[in-house]
């Protein structure tokens, strides 16, 4: 059956505020949690660190199974941002209660992690259901369209973050957090974007016998992966470790005043530069999908993560940033759709809920384990033993590449080797 324009009304809806809320949120966290409430850079990864942590543990040990015994998707989807929306106000009214700044950070870095706890629920639904709701020729596509879609949630949430984040410039950095606008705002935005999911089917799979639906078989093993699965599970651990291993540091660099030294607003537009290639290639991927097979869109997308990186690293010039965010954003769209399609081919549909927390584990991981091991302590003792943050933080940007190059190879391999599913 071909899902109705209904369907993926209420889908696009969703994800249009589900990045809406993320752009407004994350983008500037990171800098609250660095230069107006005192942590090292490696302690502003934990931010992402501890919270992906605790959603791929329970993604994989929890959500995950529950949605493969009951075959429920929408209905933990709402669920997951209604809590969501509640413990976040929470986090914001316990975090202005220490006088300390320092332990404030701290109450944001554990309370979010608390908070991971309900959205891990809604983002393991929502990998299934996409697998659930559209047959597989056509995953590829529809992840770029949503990608596209949600892009221009995220160019609004990026554009309005950067307004609140110092009150319109009548106040100070880091207001919005303070006075807890973004916060009440994140939060709104959770609770509104579970209306949407009223248009969506429950999903789940189900077979028929003898004119009666039944459920799928029951699969025992946690972690029964295929070998081919598994060698691709590492390839992409790299490849979004190297992509994402920077995500939470790069405002933080953008701003330096040793650096480009840019404001809150101005840093908007940067940001928003790889919103808007998002939105350009989640249109033409379909086109893409229809030329290319997964493997090599994939090959092309570490490529030009690469190149976006070094070329943060060696940039001189705004401009130059300027082009670089916008590869960084053509680099994560076709990235997600080409290896979400993927793995969607290689992960049986009973264990749709399990297998793509293991896929999910190795892009939510990214966000801030690979933060917390490799850009931040490479930072941090570049800084500790005399060199200037500009410089450290451009070699953080090096060591993000190098982890994508190893990606890139175990990629070559799979190409080279796969015969498992002919593309």
């Known amino acids: 059956?071909?899902?109705?324009?209904?369907?993926?009304?209420?889908?696009?809806?969703?994800?249009?505020?589900a990045m809406f809320r993320r752009g407004l949120?994350?983008?500037?966290?990171?800098?609250?949690?660095?230069?107006?409430?005192?942590?090292?850079?490696?302690?502003?990864?934990?931010?992402?660190?501890?919270?992906?942590?605790?959603?791929?543990?329970?993604?994989?040990?929890?959500?995950?199974?529950?949605?493969?015994?009951?075959?429920k998707r929408r209905t933990l989807i709402i669920l997951g941002e209604i809590s969501a929306a509640i413990t976040t106000v929470l986090v914001w009214w316990i975090h202005t209660l220490p006088d300390s700044r320092y332990i404030a950070g701290y109450v944001i870095i554990l309370g979010l992690s608390f908070v991971e706890i309900f959205w891990s629920m809604s983002n393991i639904a929502w990998s299934a259901i996409i697998s659930d709701l559209y047959q597989e020729h056509s995953r590829t596509g529809i992840q770029g369209k949503l990608a596209s879609i949600g892009a221009l949630g995220r160019i609004a949430g990026v554009w309005i973050g950067g307004l609140a984040y110092d009150g319109l410039a009548r106040f100070y950095e880091g207001w919005g957090f303070h006075k807890g606008l973004l916060f009440f705002v994140a939060s709104g935005v959770m609770l509104l974007s579970t209306i949407p999911m009223f248009y969506v089917p429950e999903g789940g799979v189900q077979t028929k016998t003898e004119g009666q639906i039944v459920p799928l078989?029951?699969?025992?093993?946690?972690?029964?992966?295929?070998?081919?699965?598994?060698?691709?599970?590492?390839?992409?651990?790299?490849?979004?470790?190297?992509?994402?291993?920077?995500?939470?540091?790069?405002?933080?660099?953008?701003?330096?005043?040793?650096?480009?030294n840019v404001s809150s607003n101005f840093l908007s537009y940067i940001v928003n530069m790889q919103s808007l290639a998002i939105l350009i290639l989640g249109v033409l991927t379909t086109w893409l999908a229809r030329r290319f097979n997964d493997l090599t869109l994939l090959i092309i997308s570490i490529g030009t993560g690469i190149t976006y990186l070094v070329g943060f690293a060696l940039a001189r010039t705004i401009g130059i940033i300027f082009?670089?965010?916008?590869?960084?954003?053509?680099?994560?769209?076709?990235?997600?759709?080409?290896?979400?399609?993927?793995?969607?081919?290689?992960?049986?549909?009973?264990?749709?809920?399990?297998?793509?927390?293991?896929?999910?584990?190795?892009?939510?991981?990214?966000?801030?384990?690979a933060g917390t091991i490799v850009a931040g302590p490479i930072i941090d003792?570049?800084?500790?033993?005399?060199?200037?943050?500009?410089?450290?933080?451009?070699?953080?940007?090096?060591?993000?590449?190098?982890?994508?190059?190893?990606?890139?190879?175990f990629v070559l391999y799979i190409y080279r080797r796969n015969k498992v599913l002919p593309q």
């Open 323 to 369: 082009i670089a965010n916008f590869l960084a954003g053509v680099c994560q769209v076709v990235i997600l759709a080409a290896s979400y399609s993927y793995a969607s081919r290689l992960i049986p549909a009973e264990q749709r809920g399990k297998q793509f927390a293991l896929f999910n584990a190795t892009s939510f991981l990214s966000w801030g384990v």
């Open 25 to 71: 949120f994350y983008s500037y966290l990171s800098i609250y949690l660095r230069f107006f409430l005192g942590l090292s850079v490696t302690e502003t990864t934990f931010f992402a660190t501890f919270p992906m942590i605790l959603n791929v543990v329970f993604q994989t040990f929890v959500w995950g199974v529950l949605s493969d015994r009951y075959q």
């Open 217 to 260: 078989k029951k699969v025992d093993g946690l972690f029964a992966v295929s070998k081919p699965y598994l060698i691709f599970l590492i390839a992409m651990l790299f490849i979004n470790f190297g992509q994402n291993s920077i995500a939470s540091i790069k405002t933080q660099y953008l701003v330096l005043d040793e650096g480009f």
């Open 1 to 17: 059956m071909v899902p109705s324009k209904r369907t993926f009304f209420g889908i696009s809806s969703f994800q249009v505020l």
């Open 381 to 409: 003792l570049l800084i500790k033993s005399g060199a200037s943050e500009d410089f450290a933080y451009r070699m953080s940007f090096i060591g993000a590449a190098g982890l994508m190059v190893i990606g890139l190879l």
